[in-house]
T-cell receptor
Framework: KQEVTQIPAALSVPEGENLVLNCSFTDSAIYNLQWFRQDPGKGLTSLLLIQSSQREQTSGRLNASLDKSSGRSTLYIAASQPGDSATYLC????????????FGKGTTLSVSS | NAGVTQTPKFQVLKTGQSMTLQCAQD?????MSWYRQDPGMGLRLIHY???????DQGEVPNGYNVSRSTTEDFPLRLLSAAPSQTSVYFC???????????FGSGTQLSVL
């Protein structure tokens, strides 16, 4: 059974720092991996989707990498801003037809000004 | 496009009552799913559908029913609400099995 783990559970940084959020998964046979952002009391917003054949995806100040062999993905946030404060979740799409994303429990990021 | 729309946003039920959480998407997505989010448990899959007329169980299906009569709609029914079903419920959809998953804004449900 696929399990997704995110470490650390919480992270506090000053504005302007570059930071890395970690995501690990137990079954390397995944279709894709997706990173989401969730603000308090809100739904999830998709940030980046990495297909299994890809190594990384970039959007603005965000860069996500995928290493299937080691069962790891990272989300790199450059020049962090207070508006980046939120919970970040990763989810792995298991390699089975008709299945769904398995989510980690998230990393709650706080960026202070 | 409105994306994924969930109603209601908030609901309070008494134990034993039934209700339906509504979910609609206007992106012509084949795949739709329901998750519940609980503190310390993360997001867990309740039911999903890969197309109209096709549904299947996820990780925590007990106490919930679904149907998919159209591509656009995927309602979640609570047959007899229990306090353990107090949670935030999210509906999500994507185009095809490998597409990007889009979420609705959620329904906060309290069962007393």
């Amino acid at each position: 059974k696929q399990e997704v783990t995110q470490i650390p559970a919480a992270l506090s940084v000053p504005e302007g720092e570059n930071l890395v959020l970690n995501c690990s998964f137990t079954d390397s046979a995944i279709y894709n991996l997706q990173w989401f952002r969730q603000d308090p009391g809100k739904g999830l917003t998709s940030l980046l989707l990495i297909q299994s054949s890809q190594r990384e995806q970039t959007s603005g100040r965000l860069n996500a990498s995928l290493d299937k062999s080691s069962g790891r993905s990272t989300l790199y946030i450059a020049a962090s801003q207070p508006g980046d404060s939120a919970t970040y979740l990763c989810a792995a799409e298991a390699n089975q037809a008709g299945t769904a994303l398995i989510f980690g429990k998230g990393t709650t990021l706080s960026v202070s000004s | 496009n409105a994306g994924v729309t969930q109603t209601p946003k908030f609901q309070v039920l008494k134990t034993g009552q039934s209700m339906t959480l509504q979910c609609a998407q206007d992106m012509n997505h084949e795949y739709m799913s329901w998750y519940r989010q609980d503190p310390g448990m993360g997001l867990r899959l309740i039911h999903y559908s890969v197309g109209a007329g096709i549904t299947d169980q996820g990780e925590v299906p007990n106490g919930y029913n679904v149907s998919r009569s159209t591509t656009e709609d995927f309602p979640l029914r609570l047959l007899s609400a229990a306090p353990s079903q107090t949670s935030v419920y999210f509906c999500a959809s994507k185009e095809g099995l490998l597409g990007e998953l889009f979420f609705g804004s959620g329904t906060q449900l309290s069962v007393l």
